[in-house]
């Protein structure tokens, strides 16, 4: 229990640190899919060394099956969140994610067969009501006229990609481990986002030197944070209920918002607090309640 919530912990403060050097890195003319193909590259550059130690002939095929399927999502998923984050708010964005845990449950309830309690579903419906006072912060406030901001059309279905990868992933741990899962998010993610590139056409050589040296260190903690935090989600998706799980990530949206506003220099504070807010509470239901 103490591991889970250890990891937990981690999993919050690490995911919006690395959405911060994502944005970052795309505001300094990095592409945003380049930035996606060289966090998967330079892990799984480092997964070389343990998954030497593996025993590969002990992990079966259907978690070879459902972590491409993974990979699929991930890579196309992350590769729509860093362009949301290139010009969306991060304390606007962050919040959004709130509804990944509806989609998680709900694919979950077809894929793992994890039904939720009425302490489960209460919880979620905070989560959500929380993030109504964040997004009625912008311009469209809280309406369908959200769903024309391409920033917000990029999180969503980054949102919703990861939230059926999250399945797949479990899936992977199901049938395997962790590390292992944690392996084949990195080596499948690494494959289909470099297709990705190809598939919009984008400039590989050209792109790759507008890198300056001075991005490095931002590229070695993005990596250091994305690394952290796949790690520790697969950790806690072990031990728990994905839609549960994704429900309890949404704490890192206090984070995103303060990160924001301290360093992106976003508005509307308050208001994104109380949301926030609302939604800790949500999150609190499902861990005292579950």
């Not at 890579?75 to 990944?100: E, M």
């Not at 997004?135 to 024309?148: A, C, G, I, P, V």
């Not at 797949?168 to 080596?187: A, D, H, N, P």
């Not at 056409?201 to 796949?230: D, N, S, W």
Request: charged residues 10%.
């Amino acid at each position: 229990m103490l591991a889970t919530a250890f990891s937990l912990i981690l999993r919050i403060l690490s995911n919006p640190i690395g959405n911060v050097f994502q944005k970052k890195l795309t505001e300094q003319q990095n592409h945003p899919l380049l930035v996606n193909f060289l966090t998967f590259f330079i892990l799984s550059i480092l997964c070389i060394v343990p998954a030497w130690r593996q025993d590969w002939g002990q992990v079966s095929e259907l978690s070879w099956y459902y972590g491409i399927i993974a990979g699929v999502f991930g890579a196309i998923g992350n590769g729509f969140l860093v362009k949301a984050l290139q010009g969306g708010d991060l304390s606007i964005l962050g919040p959004i994610n709130s509804y990944k845990s509806v989609v998680g449950i709900l694919v979950g309830i077809v894929f793992l067969h994890e039904i939720p309690n009425i302490w489960g579903i209460a919880g979620i419906i905070l989560i959500i009501y929380g993030s109504y006072f964040v997004l009625d912060t912008m311009q469209e406030r809280f309406s369908w006229r959200l769903l024309k901001n391409k920033d917000i059309q990029y999180r969503i279905a980054a949102m919703v990609l990861t939230a059926i990868e999250a399945i797949f992933i479990k899936k992977v741990i199901l049938y395997s481990s962790t590390m292992v899962s944690f392996f084949f998010w990195c080596w499948f993610g690494t494959f289909f986002s470099f297709i990705l590139l190809f598939f919009f056409k984008v400039r590989f050589l050209k792109e790759l030197k507008q890198i300056k040296c001075h991005h490095l260190p931002a590229y070695g903690c993005l990596v250091l944070c994305i690394g952290t935090m796949q790690y520790t989600t697969n950790y806690v998706f072990s031990h728990m209920n994905v839609g549960y799980a994704l429900a309890l990530f949404q704490l890192s949206t206090l984070v995103s918002i303060i990160l924001g506003y301290r360093i992106f220099k976003e508005q509307n504070i308050k208001k994104k607090l109380l949301g926030a807010i609302i939604m800790v509470i949500g999150s609190g239901v499902i861990i005292l309640l579950n």
